[in-house]
């Protein structure tokens, strides 16, 4: 039998009891919790025992006592802000369930960017992230296939979402100090000619619009068309 991990029983087992008296007022959940602010605030990057120490009041090395390390910290924070996965009702089919979960995935991870920076780091799942899946196989379950191919999609999908979040995420950070690039940025340099598709959507595109503008439109169309080539392939297929 394998020895326990402490940062695996943290995610699937009963919260570790501290060696010693904790110090009043904190918690496992405590820790968590302004880790998770943190993140949101100023990303993973921002995120250091110390830091966190100090705006818990309490020492570096009394968060060692709940937590073995930083990075079985990161698994309980993704854990904690991935909250609980919607249960999906697939009695009208597998798309418009499926559609649910890619949209409510989003949503988590617009709200806590950070976890595109990490979710794909290598780890030990916990319950309520595998939760997520569990919902998205379920949205594929009325399709006759095999189980691999059902995972497969719902990764695909989940895939497609954790893209298209990471861009709009990015490409806001950077519209704050401007854009990649503009048309007059080619036509000052005299190389409009070697982009006239590029030109084309340039001349086109707001780049005033207010950062956001128009990104859920965007994702639903992208989803939309990932979907069709599923039911393109596999519509059929219904159980």
């Known amino acids: 039998m394998s020895e326990p991990r402490p940062g695996v029983e943290l995610l699937w087992g009963a919260p570790r009891t501290p060696a010693r008296g904790p110090r009043p007022g904190l918690s496992l959940e405590r820790i968590v919790g302004e880790a998770v602010a943190i993140a949101d605030a100023a990303g993973v990057a921002g995120l250091t025992m110390p830091g966190l120490a100090r705006r818990l009041d309490a020492g570096t090395m009394s968060l060692y006592r709940y937590i073995p390390g930083k990075d079985d910290l990161i698994s309980l924070m993704i854990e904690t802000a991935t909250g609980d996965a919607p249960?999906?009702?697939?009695?009208?089919?597998?798309?418009?369930?499926l559609t649910?979960?890619?949209?409510?995935?989003?949503?988590?991870?617009?709200?806590?960017?950070?976890?595109?920076?990490?979710?794909?780091?290598?780890r030990v799942m916990g319950p309520r992230e595998l939760g997520w899946l569990e919902e998205g196989l379920r949205a594929l379950s009325v399709l006759a296939l095999p189980p691999m191919r059902r995972f497969?999609?719902?990764?695909?999908?989940?895939?497609?979402?954790?893209?298209?979040?990471?861009?709009?995420?990015?490409?806001?950070?950077?519209?704050?100090?401007?854009?990649?690039?503009?048309?007059?940025?080619?036509?000052?340099?005299?190389?409009?000619?070697?982009?006239?598709?590029?030109?084309?959507?340039?001349?086109?595109?707001?780049f005033d619009a207010p950062a956001?503008?128009?990104?859920?439109?965007?994702?639903?169309?992208?989803?939309?068309?990932?979907l069709d080539g599923i039911e393109t392939h596999f519509g059929g297929a219904a159980v």
Do not use: C, I, K
């Open 87 to 97: 249960r999906l009702d697939v009695s009208d089919g597998w798309r418009p369930a």
């Open 100 to 122: 649910h979960w890619a949209h409510a995935t989003r949503t988590v991870l617009l709200a806590h960017p950070w976890m595109l920076d990490v979710v794909t780091s290598p």
């Open 152 to 206: 497969d999609l719902a990764l695909l999908v989940n895939g497609y979402v954790r893209g298209v979040a990471l861009e709009q995420v990015h490409g806001e950070a950077v519209a704050a100090q401007g854009p990649f690039f503009t048309p007059e940025l080619l036509t000052e340099h005299g190389r409009e000619a070697d982009f006239p598709l590029l030109m084309e959507v340039m001349e086109s595109f707001p």
């Open 212 to 226: 956001g503008d128009g990104e859920d439109a965007r994702f639903a169309f992208g989803l939309e068309r990932l």
